[in-house]
């Protein structure tokens, strides 16, 4: 009896394959169905389906028949009755976007969305009316196309983001707090009033031991005491590989001395305690200290060149989001460029504009006292993690990384945290500890959702 239905299962076995192409069919007549939704690619990897997609959007959602945009947005289907996750990266997708999974839906086991930014390219309207990059927009965009898809799937949502895509997820769920069930926001920075920075000045005075600290201190202050032959040395790079200044920071010097201010902040946003010991001497060579800032923040990225992708960030910062403003007390006498470490210093000029202090206060105030449903992770150190957002009392949580830099993530967190998470995350999508298993694949890479580089 047993060998009987051995092969009876064999025998059902040999048809299944039929189904997931019904099933295939049905889910692209569903997305061709949404108005304003286009397919531009699809695969089918064993175990879920990736598409690249395009969504009509209205350049201002304040007047909808003043223009639209095609938004770039990605989507890695399993099945219509799974969790969504709506990963929102605050930037733009890979120019070919490939399949990859956050945490968020490693642990849940479920579809996810992923959204391209209003205003990174291509997902820019044109002409481009920098006034209609706020929160409040691109909130609206990501409201549209989760109202879009929630015709296709019944499961529960929720949205995550590292770094600009968390405070991205958190700006959502401010204005939009009916459209997902709950927010799990990586290292978000909340810079609430932004000229009051006295935990990022706090940070750089505690973080690591004092002989790192000093040590960063110094291999800083050596760089500009060198400044002739340092700019020379970026000059020549600058030469050969086509990199331009004017556009966006202005020249060549003023490019050096923000590297040299970004450099401390680069190491412990990527880097860790344990790379102390790779901070140069006082007495390395010019080509030496030249080398190593350049493995830590990059020479090329304040060029006209290196900036290009990061425009819209820096537009929204000066604008809305608020940036680090740090004093420098260390390097008083060797800098030249007072307010060189705020976003208006390496924006063209027509991008240039004044801080709006209002959107983060009211953001702030929001998410300590009305809130629900968010889960903040944070590394201890990690700059961006100075200033955090506080979460409400209504089934809301903080969590800390020790050790952990700007890749602070749940599986970072101390045992007994990162099960805590896991289980409130599982808990708002109504899954099941097997049933995030059962859907789980080995085969799709982690995404962090974090640039390459320095911006939030």
């Given at each position: 009896m047993r060998r009987l239905l051995v092969a009876a299962v064999s025998a059902l076995a040999l048809l299944a394959?039929?189904?997931?192409?019904?099933?295939?069919?049905?889910?692209?007549?569903?997305?061709?169905?949404?108005?304003?939704?286009?397919?531009?690619?699809?695969?089918?990897?064993?175990?879920?389906?990736?598409?690249?997609?395009?969504?009509?959007?209205?350049?201002?959602?304040?007047?909808?028949?003043?223009?639209?945009?095609?938004?770039?947005?990605?989507?890695?289907?399993?099945?219509?009755?799974?969790?969504?996750?709506?990963?929102?990266?605050?930037?733009?997708?890979?120019?070919?976007?490939?399949?990859?999974?956050?945490?968020?839906?490693?642990?849940?086991?479920?579809?996810?969305?992923?959204?391209?930014?209003?205003?990174?390219?291509?997902?820019?309207?044109?002409?481009?009316?920098?006034?209609?990059?706020?929160?409040?927009?691109?909130?609206?965009?990501?409201?549209?196309?989760?109202?879009?898809?929630?015709?296709?799937?019944?499961?529960?949502?929720?949205?995550?983001?590292?770094?600009?895509?968390?405070?991205?997820?958190?700006?959502?769920?401010?204005?939009?707090?009916?459209?997902?069930?709950?927010?799990?926001?990586?290292?978000?920075?909340?810079?609430?009033?932004?000229?009051?920075?006295?935990?990022?000045?706090?940070?750089?005075?505690?973080?690591?031991?004092?002989s790192c600290r000093t040590a960063l201190r110094n291999l800083q202050q050596e760089a500009l005491r060198r400044r002739d032959r340092l700019v020379a040395l970026l000059e020549a790079e600058a030469a050969a590989n086509g990199y331009t200044f004017a556009g966006t920071i202005g020249t060549v010097d003023r490019s050096f001395e923000l590297t040299v201010l970004d450099t401390p902040w680069a190491f412990w946003q990527y880097s860790s305690a344990a790379d102390c010991p790779s901070v140069p001497s006082v007495t390395a060579t010019d080509e030496e200290l030249y080398a190593w800032i350049d493995g830590i923040a990059g020479w090329s990225f304040y060029t006209d060149q290196g900036l290009a992708p990061y425009l819209p960030y820096y537009r929204q910062a000066a604008a809305q989001l608020g940036w680090p403003d740090l004093k420098f007390r260390h390097l008083r006498g060797l800098t030249r460029y007072p307010g060189l470490y705020a976003p208006n210093a390496v924006l063209p000029a027509d991008l240039k504009t004044r801080h709006n202090p209002v959107p983060m206060l009211d953001v702030d105030h929001w998410v300590r006292t009305r809130s629900e449903r968010m889960l903040f992770v944070y590394g201890q150190n990690d700059p961006w993690s100075s200033e955090r957002f506080t979460p409400s009392a209504r089934d809301s949580h903080l969590y800390v990384a020790p050790g952990a830099n700007h890749g602070a993530n749940i599986s970072r967190l101390s045992p007994a945290d990162a099960a805590a998470a896991t289980a409130t995350l599982r808990r708002w999508a109504g899954v099941s500890d097997t049933a995030a298993q059962s859907r789980r694949s080995a085969t799709l890479p982690l995404d962090d959702m974090l640039p390459l580089r320095r911006p939030a």
């Open positions: 394959p039929a189904a997931p192409a019904a099933a295939a069919d049905d889910l692209v007549d569903r997305l061709n169905a949404i108005p304003g939704l286009t397919i531009v690619s699809q695969s089918e990897p064993q175990g879920y389906r990736f598409f690249v997609l395009e969504y009509r959007q209205p350049a201002d959602h304040r007047h909808p028949g003043q223009g639209t945009f095609a938004q770039r947005l990605t989507l890695l289907h399993r099945t219509t009755d799974a969790p969504v996750v709506l990963a929102t990266g605050g930037y733009g997708l890979p120019a070919q976007p490939r399949p990859s999974q956050t945490e968020p839906t490693a642990l849940l086991g479920a579809n996810q969305v992923s959204v391209e930014h209003r205003f990174f390219t291509p997902s820019r309207p044109q002409p481009a009316d920098w006034s209609d990059l706020t929160i409040w927009q691109e909130a609206s965009d990501e409201h549209r196309i989760v109202q879009a898809l929630k015709s296709i799937y019944s499961g529960r949502w929720i949205q995550t983001g590292a770094s600009k895509g968390g405070m991205t997820s958190v700006y959502h769920r401010r204005f939009y707090p009916g459209d997902v069930d709950g927010v799990v926001a990586y290292v978000a920075p909340d810079d609430v009033v932004n000229p009051l920075d006295g935990a990022y000045e706090h940070f750089f005075a505690t973080v690591g031991d004092g």
